[in-house]
T-cell receptor, first 108, second 112 residues
Framework: EDQVTQSPEALRLQEGESSSLNCSYT??????LFWYRQDPGKGPEFLFT???AGEEKEKERLKATLTKKESFLHITAPKPEDSATYLC?????????FGAGTTVTVRA | IAGITQAPTSQILAAGRRMTLRCTQD?????MYWYRQDLGLGLRLIHY???????GKGEVPDGYSVSRANTDDFPLTLASAVPSQTSVYFC???????????FGQGTRLTVV
């Protein structure tokens, strides 16, 4: 069975303080690893898809990387508007399996 | 604007009543999914459909049914609602290559 574990559960950062979120996974037949951002009361918002070890993708202050067993979401010089829950999901065969998420709070 | 539309946005439902949550997408995605999101448990897959005319069970299918008569619509039905089905329900869709997957805005359901 596919498993996705995210750490830490919560992360409190000062504005400008860079950090990384971890997503470790076990899956048979990975078709893609997804990162989402979710704001309170909203649906998950698609950020990135990564397909193979060594791949990296960037969007503004966010950079996602992928190895054979885990993915990292790096937040560089975060701003308060980066506060959200970040979800990782693996796509295998017929479904997306999600981790529990990391809630990031960025203080001004 | 392309995307996924869910209805209703929220609903309070008496236990034992039947309820259908609606989901429509206009991206011509082959695959569609229903998830429930509960505090501390994350997003759990209820049912999925890889293409029109086919459906499958996810990890928490009991008490729910789905149908996929066409590409765009994927309704979720609670035949006889129970309080444990109180949750936020999200519909999602993805293309056949798995390169993108998008979510609706969610339906907040309270069963009393």
């Amino acid at each position: 069975e596919d498993q996705v574990t995210q750490s830490p559960e919560a992360l409190r950062l000062q504005e400008g303080e860079s950090s990384s979120l971890n997503c470790s996974y076990t899956v048979s037949g990975l078709r893609g690893l997804f990162w989402y951002r979710q704001d309170p009361g909203k649906g998950p918002e698609f950020l990135f898809t990564l397909y193979s070890a060594g791949e990296e993708k960037e969007k503004e202050r966010l950079k996602a990387t992928l190895t054979k067993k885990e993915s990292f979401l790096h937040i560089t010089a975060p701003k308060p508007e980066d506060s959200a829950t970040y979800l990782c999901a693996v796509h295998s065969d017929y479904k997306l399996s999600f981790g529990a998420g990391t809630t990031v709070t960025v203080r001004a | 604007i392309a995307g996924i539309t869910q209805a209703p946005t929220s609903q309070i439902l008496a236990a034992g009543r039947r309820m259908t949550l609606r989901c429509t997408q206009d991206m011509r995605h082959n695959a569609m999914y229903w998830y429930r999101q509960d505090l501390g448990l994350g997003l759990r897959l209820i049912h999925y459909s890889n293409t029109a005319g086919t459906t499958g069970k996810g990890e928490v299918p009991d008490g729910y049914s789905v149908s996929r008569a066409n590409t765009d619509d994927f309704p979720l039905t609670l035949a006889s609602a129970v309080p444990s089905q109180t949750s936020v329900y999200f519909c999602a869709s993805s293309n056949q290559w798995g390169t993108e997957a998008f979510f609706g805005q969610g339906t907040r359901l309270t069963v009393v």
